[in-house]
């Protein structure tokens, strides 16, 4: 019984992280055990998540099995980007170059700020009435 090659990364986003594998398939992409378009339900995150497929021409060549953690539905989608962006380069490390001009490989930093004491939220303060 011969094991197919799989292929690992991990994705962040926000408060979302993404464990993503990679196998030889038809495009299938399943992600917490439902099809991408059942979880996500939004054709924008669905291309989204399929970008880095677009950027090394491998579109329908791997099928997707990503679990995802925390956050919401669209930090989700983008750790599931990232974490497939780098299991690509498990695949072939020429694929770096496209991915990296496109700003796949990079993990955004932008996280939801701490609310501070004495402040409704982060930055807001309370409501002031002088009488």
Not at 3 to 20: D, S
């Amino acid at each position: 019984m011969e094991q197919t090659a799989r292929f690992y990364g991990t994705g962040h986003r926000k408060n979302a992280t993404a464990r993503v594998w990679l196998a030889p398939g038809e495009g299938n992409v399943t992600i917490n055990g439902r099809t991408m378009a059942e979880y996500v339900g939004r054709k924008a995150l669905e291309l989204l998540i399929m970008q880095p497929f677009e950027a090394v021409d491998s579109m329908g060549k791997f099928d997707v099995i990503a679990k995802c953690k925390g956050g919401g539905i669209s930090g989700q989608a983008g750790a599931v980007r990232h974490g497939i962006s780098k299991a690509l380069l498990e695949v072939a490390d020429d694929m770096r170059t496209p991915l990296r001009r496109q700003g796949f490989l990079t993990r955004d930093p932008r996280v939801k700020e701490r609310k501070k004491y004495g402040r409704k939220r982060a930055r807001r303060g309370f409501q002031f009435s002088k009488r």
